[in-house]
């Protein structure tokens, strides 16, 4: 099994979700999926079906103790009591559709000082902003005050931050179809690292990148989808589409004529 230094502690990467009870008290119809490192899971379903609600539970690893009753494992056992209330501790980073930084500094200051709080080497804000600014049509400057940055600037950032200097290895990802970053590019980042990616879509080709999808109705987990290849092959068909779109709207926002 991968594990991951947490802290100065080896900490397992496997995370199982056990059903609940929907919105009227009936038992999800998911009694149990696991999820290994490096899989991009999608939730998927109706506004007001749940979704957001599934997220919080991995992310408070909930355990029977949220509306829901699901219970979050990790690496088949329940999460030690110090996982879930020490923030130092914490496994899951998560990555929301709206997002914009307070912190009166720069680009480089905030990522040095975060690699140095992990005991890392800072000059890794260096390799972050690279790979940021390979998500973002919008260069990312180091000497940029961090207030300035629009939201798609924000978003990549922080998505090149958890792939490189946050040790978190669950990252949860809230519908970021209009985050104004290369959405697929993103996912491949994060999985590329080994991180779990749970992302909460309604963005077809974010659905079809993932490897299996939970369906959520009325606050149940209803199924798990697995990919297979005829929606492979469409999500391959729909991600040329979506990158001649974004090409286009690139050629318009720098003033230049469609030919």
């Not at 924000?154 to 209009?178: G, H, K, Q, T, W």
Request: charged share 25%; net charge negative; aromatic share 4%.
């Amino acid at each position: 099994m991968m594990m991951m230094e947490i802290n100065s502690e080896i900490v397992p990467l496997t995370l199982t979700i056990k059903g609940g009870v929907d919105k009227e008290g009936h038992p999800d119809s998911v009694s149990e999926i696991d999820i290994a490192p490096g899989e991009i899971i999608g939730i998927v379903g109706p506004t007001g079906s749940g979704k957001s609600t599934l997220i919080a539970d991995i992310e408070q690893f909930a355990f029977a103790d949220t509306p829901s009753g699901r219970r979050i494992f990790i690496n088949n056992q329940p999460p030690a009591a110090e996982l879930r209330s020490n923030p130092r501790k914490k496994l899951v980073a998560q990555l929301s559709q709206n997002m914009h930084f307070l912190a009166d500094m720069t680009v480089g200051e905030f990522l040095r000082m975060h690699a140095k709080s992990r005991g890392k080497d800072p000059r890794l804000a260096e390799r972050v902003i690279a790979l940021a600014n390979t998500l973002t049509g919008e260069p990312v400057n180091p000497a940029f005050q961090l207030t300035i940055l629009s939201g798609g600037q924000s978003r990549a950032l922080m998505v090149a931050d958890i792939a490189v200097i946050s040790d978190s290895p669950i990252v949860l990802i809230d519908e970021i179809e209009n985050a104004g970053i290369k959405k697929q590019e993103a996912l491949r980042l994060l999985a590329g690292e080994g991180k779990i990616v749970v992302v909460v879509t309604h963005d077809p080709m974010l659905a079809l990148m993932a490897s299996r999808r939970i369906v959520m109705k009325n606050g149940g987990m209803t199924k798990v989808i697995s990919t297979n290849e005829d929606e492979q092959k469409v999500f391959r068909d729909v991600e040329r589409l979506d990158g001649w779109l974004t090409a286009l709207r690139e050629t318009i926002r720098q003033g230049e004529v469609v030919a």
